[in-house]
């Protein structure tokens, strides 16, 4: 077990080695540059300009850069925001949580609603119910989250009234109740296309146990078809499952941007809309980072969980 | 002395194949290539049917209701009719998506194919560029790229597919892999065939069923990106519109007028259907494991 946790961990150093250095580079050539925005401001002169990339260290060659930089990152200086000048860590970890809890809440939602909606597909397979998911679940993950978002805002906020339309809490009422109160939209609508995946993964992994020796040996043993569908079926179908979320990390980071654009919510996302918004590079690289590093320690995380369960990965 | 002209297994036309004639009784399928036709003649023919050009402002008709004073879709807030600017936007919508899906194929089967055919180190660097580049949220990445360039839709597209190969290039991989080793690439390099031609004369048309799968599937996801980047400003830019774009700003007008929201978001929507039921109706057309399902 350790000789793998061992060498998974060096594997995932490796990619973040090649992930922040893409990363880098995409932010550091992108025509314009981190120096754009000075060339901007009037009066400023080439000579001026120039003084500035020197002083920046941005004339020196690209590796030298990034040597220079990731030598700063891994010791945990990840620069200072232009926008306001606060350490780009403390900005990004003042947002962390509001991302969390949303990707925390809309995962929960996923999996328990897409597995259950998965595993009853399995067992009644070919009926109207398998065929009714199976078409929902392709129409759910062609509707683009922020439209789900804006007809449920219209729907639920505007129309019904029942819910916030934004923003994590009520200033002067920040009770857990006002909380989930306003999380409540944008973690359903980030949930949606999840729940879409989750139940497609979870049928195919429930069709491939219900066909395994073992089920039929349960059932051979006379256990009622309840027992075995909750004793032996469920529990090792989610096995595979657990690959999943962690492959999973990047779309729904990818989709919390979005949902927290259309709902105002003060997570990652919007931060890194904003930070673009004003060029502010070292946010929106640390963002960049901060995003690859979540996925990376979920994937980790799923691997070395899989192979705390099933004995067979770990001596692969 | 010459060498013998080579006779490959026989690979029937497409047009007679099984998978063909499986695809075409895939109920899901058709209804996704209906969908996609209906909607493609609607952008190409629609705009000339109508009474007003996209591009046409009329201030005193600012916000009409659908179905009002010949909008069919209503008006948006400078006035101009909905229904022309949605299918002008169709066009450039859907013509990303296809942009994407050609470069991002092309590139993805490119290094797939190298990858699985040399292996061992060469395939090892591929391979782990591949799940670097998939550790990005493509949202993340997609808004880096396009905040710093000039958004025209060449750009854009070839910023889709920067972060939409990977997949291709993965599928290509494991097929390219599972087929080096057998007896018709023997034959090939035994004949002393270079190894340019055996990739792309011997083993990419092999691959040909799980590429065309994962291009059909490349389309409706080029489609939602760029209705992503383009909703929150970093995509195509107006005056040319674009599903998404018409989207920016709706939110605003979202209580009192509710189909500036509706109408460019169902268009979005029944196009990457319609992609994801063909892409879909391919692969049960291809994978005759997953025929009888």
Redesign the interface.
């Known amino acids: 077990m350790l000789r793998y946790i061992l060498s998974r961990l060096g594997q995932s150093l ?2 973040l080695l ?2 922040s250095f ?2 880098f580079a ?2 550091t050539l ?4 981190p120096l ?1 925005q000075f060339a901007l401001s009037p009066g400023m002169t080439q000579e001026q300009i120039d003084k500035i990339a020197e002083q920046m260290g941005l004339n020196r060659p690209l590796w030298v850069q990034y040597i220079d930089w990731f030598t700063h990152m891994i010791t945990g200086d990840w620069g200072t925001s232009y926008r306001d000048g606060q350490p780009v860590l403390h900005v990004i970890g003042s947002h962390l949580f509001a991302t969390l809890l949303l990707m925390g809440t809309a995962t929960t939602l996923s999996v328990s609603i897409g597995s259950s909606i998965g595993i009853l597909s399995a067992i009644r ?1 070919g009926s109207l119910f398998d065929t009714t998911m199976t ?1 929902a679940a ?2 759910a ?7 789900f978002g ?2 449920a ?2 729907i639920f906020s ?1 129309n019904l009234g029942w819910l916030p339309a934004g923003n994590m809490y009520n200033i002067g009422d920040q009770s857990v109740l006002d909380y989930l109160r306003h999380l409540i939209l944008p973690a359903s609508v980030l949930a949606l296309v999840d729940v879409a995946i989750w139940s497609r993964y979870m049928r195919t992994s429930t069709l491939n146990v219900i066909n395994q020796d073992f089920v039929r040996t349960a059932r051979a043993k006379g256990l009622s078809s309840r027992r075995v569908l909750l004793k032996h079926i469920v529990g090792n179908s989610l096995v595979p499952m657990i690959t999943l979320a962690g492959l999973q990390v ?2 729904v ?3 919390a ?2 949902t927290e ?2 709902f105002t919510w003060p997570g990652m996302g919007r931060l ?2 904003d930070s ?1 918004g004003y ?1 502010d590079y070292p946010v ?1 690289m640390g ?2 980072m901060a ?2 590093l979540l ?2 320690i979920g994937n980790l995380a799923a691997d070395l969980l899989i192979a705390q369960i099933d004995p067979r990965v770990r001596l692969d | 002395m010459t060498s013998a002209p080579l006779t490959s297994p026989v690979r029937r036309p497409l047009i007679q194949s099984r998978a063909l004639r499986r695809f075409l009784s895939h109920r ?1 399928a058709l209804i996704g290539v209906i969908m996609v036709l209906s909607l493609t003649l609607a952008c190409f023919i629609g705009p000339h049917l109508l009474p007003y050009d996209e591009l046409h402002i009329d201030l005193r008709a600012r916000f009409a209701p659908p179905g009002t004073g010949g909008h069919i879709f209503g008006t948006d807030p400078l006035g101009r009719d909905i229904a022309a600017r949605l299918f002008h936007a169709g066009q450039i919508s859907m013509a990303v998506g296809f942009a994407v899906m050609i470069i991002a194929t092309a590139f993805g089967s490119v290094v797939g194919v190298i990858s699985g055919y040399y292996g061992g180190r060469v395939s090892a660097v591929l391979m ?2 591949v ?11 997609l ?3 396009a ?4 958004p025209s839709p060449v750009m854009i597209a070839l910023i889709i597919s920067a972060t939409s190969w990977m997949e291709v290039a993965r599928i290509v991989e494991a097929e390219v892999k599972s087929l080096r080793n057998q007896d018709f690439v023997q034959a090939a390099h035994m004949l002393g065939l270079s190894g340019r031609w055996i990739m792309f004369r011997e083993l990419l048309p092999n691959a040909i069923g799980p590429i065309i799968v994962a291009a059909s599937l490349t389309v ?1 996801r080029a489609i ?1 990106l760029e ?2 980047i383009s ?2 400003g ?1 995509g195509i830019q107006p005056p040319l519109p674009s599903w998404g774009n018409m ?1 920016n700003g ?2 605003q007008y ?2 009192s007028a ?1 189909w500036l ?2 109408v460019p ?1 169902v268009a ?2 029944i196009a ?2 319609g992609f ?2 063909i892409g ?1 109706g391919l692969r049960d057309a291809f994978d005759s494991r997953s025929g009888g ?1």
């Open positions: 490796i990619l090649i992930v893409i990363g995409v932010l992108a025509p314009g540059g754009s397979r078409i392709m129409i993950l062609s509707i683009p989250t922020f439209w804006l007809i805002i219209y505007l990047p779309m980071l990818g989709g941007l979005v654009t259309v890194f809309l673009l060029s929106v963002l960049l995003s690859a996925v990376l | 899901l782990r560029i799940d670097a580049f998939l550790s990005f949220p493509s949202v993340f990445l808004l880096a790229l905040a710093f360039i000039q409706a939602l209705a992503y909703f929150l970093y989207l709706a939110q979202l209580a509710p929201a509706i978001g979005i929507t990457v259907t994801n039921f879909d399902r």
